[in-house]
């Protein structure tokens, strides 16, 4: 029976561990899973919808793809996950088109038309995608692993080399922000991207809404929970986790420029916020010209090494599509064919 383990317990490694074959023997390390109420990860705090990444390479673009398929099955299949298919609304006052390399892709997709913009958009979409609500998703998809016999096991990890003991055939790096403080890995091609958002009591929202400009990007997903996750303050480079009033009006303000009828007032003060979050959001340039991922396989230490990592705030856009990445390179190794002799 192959032994695999996971480094990484947040939406990322769980994916992963659920594609893998069940007759493998998984166990997944890492410091924080899912019911841990700590700031310091993202995978419960994130947006957690499906929208594809414009600046994105055909291989990335393909993960993104079969992540979708994956959740909109999920949604179906599993509603009790909290996965939900739903419309979203998309405004662009920059860039054009031909960024939308999903266009005609996803369900219902229709450019809108000039008549429905808003003053200044330049162009704008809509479509069915999926919405997730992280803090029952989590749980769950931890809960199905356990019944099929995935173990956890909580630890601090400083390096890939501290589990070598744990008589693994591969290893999987699904650590985020943390590849760049493992000492035998230290990504150096890791940038940051700081996003404050708020979360809101409304039952009555029932759409994912999105408008970037030059300057600002703001967000309003509804959830099955009868919240509306609301951004965002988004700055590259920053990474103070203070919760800035500053960004927090921003937020308010742009939020109920755009859809007074959702958001009456521009005022934080009149507003239901049941909470604040800022999440630190790894991406690596390996593409030319946009996001990358790290998904590729490596002998290190004498260890089976495979990477999954850097999709920025895409953990659950890129989700089913990366794991089955991971998993081919798995078996890639774990099955390797041998070279033919050189004559």
Known sequence: MPKITILGGGVTGM???SQLPRDYDVTIVGEHFAGDDSKEWSSPWAGAIWVGVHQSGPREQEMQLIGFRGLWRLAQTNPESSARRIEMTEIMDKGTKEDVWYAGKVPGFRFMDSSELPKGAIYGMKYQTIVITPQKFLPWLRARLEEQGVKF???RVTALSQLRGMGHDVLVNATGFG???????KEQKMKSWRL??????NDSFNQLFIRRTPTSYSTAFARLDGTIYVGGALSEGNRDLTISETDRAQICKLAHENQPDVFPS???KDWPILYDHIG?????????GGAGVRCEREKKDGQNVVHAYGQNAGGYVYSYGLAGAVRDLVEET??????????
Do not use: G
């Open 15 to 17: 994916t992963i561990a």
């Open 153 to 155: 096991i909580r630890t």
């Open 179 to 185: 590849a760049e403080k493992l000492a035998d890995v």
């Open 196 to 201: 404050q958002t708020i979360v809101v009591k």
């Open 266 to 268: 521009p005022d934080p």
């Open 280 to 288: 630190l959001y790894p991406t690596l340039d390996y593409t030319s």
């Open 334 to 343: 774990l099955y390797e064919v041998p070279q033919a002799a050189k004559l």
